[in-house]
């Protein structure tokens, strides 16, 4: 969920809702990444043998 007012609500410029689908989606399409190391996680295969 997007809770940060990074403006005027997308709704009050009257966009269609396909437009409006399609600006969140590049939007968050461009702020998502992956990570290519693990950050210190535990896995949910770790807490589980841990669980066990």
Do not use: H, Y
Request: with cysteine; charged share 15%.
């Amino acid at each position: 969920m997007m809770t940060e007012r990074l403006g005027a609500p997308l709704a009050s410029f009257n966009f269609s809702g396909t437009v409006e689908m399609d600006i969140i989606c590049t939007t968050l399409s461009d702020a998502a990444f992956s990570l290519t190391s693990n950050p210190g996680l535990t896995t949910g295969k770790e807490k589980a043998q841990w669980l066990a």
